[in-house]
């Protein structure tokens, strides 16, 4: 199976813009899509695809994706953006199965 | 509008069978796959599998294969995650998700599962 890997934990200024990575080799062939989990609560869906948004999600998240590493930017990050965010792609092995990186905890001071 | 509802939280003791559901509305059951994930206690997210509604197809990560047993009833629009005998290392919150585009796209609220003799 595959594996992602992401930063335990990253933190931004209010107002500034972050980057968190994830990489893997699943991404060289399948794109990321990113989830945010505050705490309590489900995951949502903030990214998929090439750099999609469902309907809800601000504008000031996006994705990208270069070789084996896939970035969620947040452009201007807001005290409500703190959470764990998580990439997911799909398994080498098998593509109708999904593997999750490991999370990245995004502080925003 | 696109829900998932799932059963509510269960308390149970190592050897105990258990089946969690999770229920669609707002769209066509059956054209989409179901994922459910794990998360134990202060850690992150796991795929354990997906099924597909319409005809019943699975497919399980390899570390769940033969733990779990995934199921769906088309006709109540209803996905199950089932355990024969459940232990310890399962207490955790599983979520079901519908998949679209490779991703899922709508989240159940979670069951808490806690098994604790």
């Known amino acids: 199976s595959s594996e992602l890997t992401q930063d335990p934990a990253v933190s931004v200024a209010l107002g500034q813009t972050v980057r968190i990575t994830c990489q893997g080799d699943?991404?060289?062939?399948?794109?990321a899509s990113w989830y945010q989990q505050k705490p309590g609560q489900a995951p949502i869906l903030v990214i998929y695809g090439k750099n999609k948004r469902p309907s809800g999600i601000p504008d000031r998240f996006s994705g990208s994706s270069s070789g084996n590493t896939a970035s969620l930017t947040i452009t201007g990050a807001q005290a409500e953006d703190e959470a764990d965010y998580y990439c997911n792609s799909r398994d080498s092995s098998d593509n109708h199965l999904g593997v999750f990186g490991g999370g990245t905890k995004l502080t925003v001071l | 509008e696109v829900q998932l509802v799932q059963s509510g939280a269960e308390v149970k003791k190592p050897g105990e069978s258990l089946k969690i559901s999770c229920k669609g509305f707002g769209y066509s059951f059956t054209s989409y796959w179901i994922g459910w994930v794990r998360q134990m206690p202060g850690k992150g997210l796991e795929w354990m599998g997906i099924i597909y509604p319409g005809d019943s197809d699975t497919r399980y990560s390899p570390s769940f294969q033969g733990q779990v047993t995934m199921s769906a009833d088309k006709s109540i629009s209803t996905a199950y995650l089932q355990w024969s005998s459940l232990t310890a290392a399962d207490t955790a919150m599983y979520y079901c998700a519908r998949i679209s585009a490779a991703a899922g796209d709508f989240w159940g609220q979670g069951t808490l599962v806690t098994v604790s003799s």
């Open positions: 699943s991404l060289r062939s399948y794109y």
